[in-house]
């Protein structure tokens, strides 16, 4: 069998979250086109993730938004640039070849040439936190979901959530809001006392919970019921040590994201507490030609803010471009003015 060749492109980003797609924005204004490479299925990272629905104050123009609308708003602005995005992989190996580009290599085989690599993975591809039963493999995708999917429907069906916390509390509001909400909804945790920051949706669940529109099951799952490939109910351990089967037709599965460095540990660049050290001046890694931004990174001053990413991801679209091209000055210049970066843009000058 034939194995395809690899993409050749002159900037590959590792990560789709805001700052990796800022990093994709201000790449096109320096005229240099990416491909991303991203873990989740969709764009936007942690904030598109943990809290699509939260509202964010400190993005500069933007008194509030949530984070979805922080995430379109920014797929909107790379539009120009005609970014391709590879979603739902991740980056399994990374090499120098002889040539000065990189050999990328992603979990779903894709193979990339890249004259310049920018890691933007945060704090690293983040993955569901998953329920350990045996045979629980069998169901995921059809009755067993780690992501919360807006556009499912539900009508009819008895949904389990399983956790306690503010992901779980705000599954399972968009649950009973979503437009083809379960017939029935239980909330299964460890513990009476469910927990979440969010004061207003702790509230609004506790209050559902009270009228009898969804239901709070203590206890901890420690089995599958199931009949042929169909998964019936969860073996539940109650706090008085009985084993109860708690029927349902779908879980989803609340417990969390956590972030996995991965691979990236093993690429031999200079890390300090497992972050890559770059150098503030254009913000390269280690390596030549190869940048980290955003919470990936590590420098004297640090902050893990988006705004700082933003920042970070500027200086290195400007650093990459006199990498590319060292016999041509990199100006400074403004898009309010430019003639140059309205034609990049699409815009027509006003």
């Known amino acids: 069998m034939s ?5 050749e492109t002159d900037a590959l980003v590792i990560g789709a979250g805001p700052v990796g797609l800022w990093q994709v924005f201000q790449l096109g204004l320096q005229d240099v086109r990416a491909h991303v490479v991203d873990a989740l ?11 699509p629905d939260k509202p964010i104050y400190d993005i500069p123009g933007l008194p509030v938004c949530s984070g979805r609308e922080l ?5 909107l602005q790379v539009k120009p640039f005609a970014p391709t995005l590879h979603l739902g992989q991740s980056v399994s190996a990374l090499a120098r070849e002889e040539d000065g580009r990189w050999a990328v290599q992603t ?22 936190k998953r329920l350990k039963l045996d045979g629980i493999e069998a ?10 999917a807006t556009d499912r429907d539900w009508s009819g069906q008895h949904v389990v959530v399983h956790g306690g916390d503010e992901l779980a509390i705000d599954w399972a509001l968009r649950l009973l809001d979503s437009p083809a909400p379960p017939d029935r909804l239980s909330l299964l ?50 706090p008085q040590g009985e084993t109860q ?12 994201l956590s972030p996995r460095l991965g691979p990236i540990a093993d690429w031999g660049l200079a890390m300090d507490r497992k972050q890559l050290v770059v150098n503030t001046d254009g913000f390269e890694a280690s390596e030549a030609g190869l940048y980290a931004v955003g919470d990936i990174n590590t420098y004297p001053g640090k902050k ?21 091209r060292p016999d041509q000055r990199v100006p400074l210049q403004y898009t309010t003015t430019s003639p140059r970066l309205h034609q990049l843009l699409g815009v027509a000058p006003r």
Not at 107 to 128: D, Y
Not at 245 to 256: E, M, N, T, Y
């Open 3 to 7: 194995v395809a060749a690899p993409i």
């Open 41 to 51: 299925p969709h764009a936007g990272g942690q904030p598109a993730e943990l809290y």
């Open 71 to 75: 995430v379109d708003r920014l797929l």
């Open 107 to 128: 979990t779903a085989g894709q193979r990339f040439l890249a004259r310049l690599v920018f890691i933007a993975a945060g704090v690293g591809a983040f993955q569901p």
């Open 139 to 148: 169901f995921e995708g059809e009755q067993v979901h780690h992501r919360f």
């Open 189 to 238: 945790h460890r513990r009476e006392v469910l927990q979440s920051d969010d004061g207003a949706a702790l509230a609004r669940v506790q209050d559902t919970i009270a009228r009898g529109r969804a239901r709070l099951v203590v206890g901890q799952p420690v089995g599958l019921v199931s009949a042929g490939n169909r998964l019936q109910a969860l073996q539940v351990l109650d």
């Open 245 to 256: 089967a708690l029927a349902l037709d779908q879980l989803v599965v609340a417990l969390g």
């Open 304 to 324: 893990k803010l988006i705004l700082c990413g933003f920042h970070e991801a500027t200086l290195a679209a400007f650093a990459a471009a006199a990498r590319l």
